[in-house]
Nanobody, 117 residues
């Protein structure tokens, strides 16, 4: 059974940093695209960043230059380094693993990030 578990969320002051991690188990994810999404109260879930099986990265415009996504295929993990955090970054962050063209799409349970003074 595939399971994704996020960690690293919490409360941080504006301008601070957090590092999120997502550990997956249940299968081999080498060919999967890994991504982070977020959802704030009353808003739709939105893509934050993604990294392909080949290591190509893509970022939403609102996090470019501040967030960095990385993956470790040997450990089945994806991380999101978040710097220069703003109050508008507050949301529940979800990791997502999907097999492009393969019909497999998995979600973590989410981790809360709150940016506030």
């Amino acid at each position: 059974q595939v399971q994704l578990v996020e960690s690293g969320g919490g409360l941080v002051q504006p301008g601070g940093s957090l590092r999120l991690a997502c550990a997956a188990s249940g299968t081999t994810f080498t060919l999967y695209t890994m991504a982070w999404y977020r959802q704030a109260p009353g808003k739709q879930r939105e893509l934050v960043a993604q990294i392909s099986s080949g290591g190509d990265t893509d970022y939403a415009h609102f996090v470019k230059g501040r967030f960095t996504i990385s993956r470790d295929n040997a450990k089945n993990t994806v991380s999101l380094q978040m710097n220069s955090l703003k109050s508008e970054d507050s949301a529940v962050y979800y990791c997502n693993f999907r097999l492009v063209g393969g019909g497999y799409n998995y979600w973590g349970q989410g981790t809360q990030v709150t940016v506030s003074s």
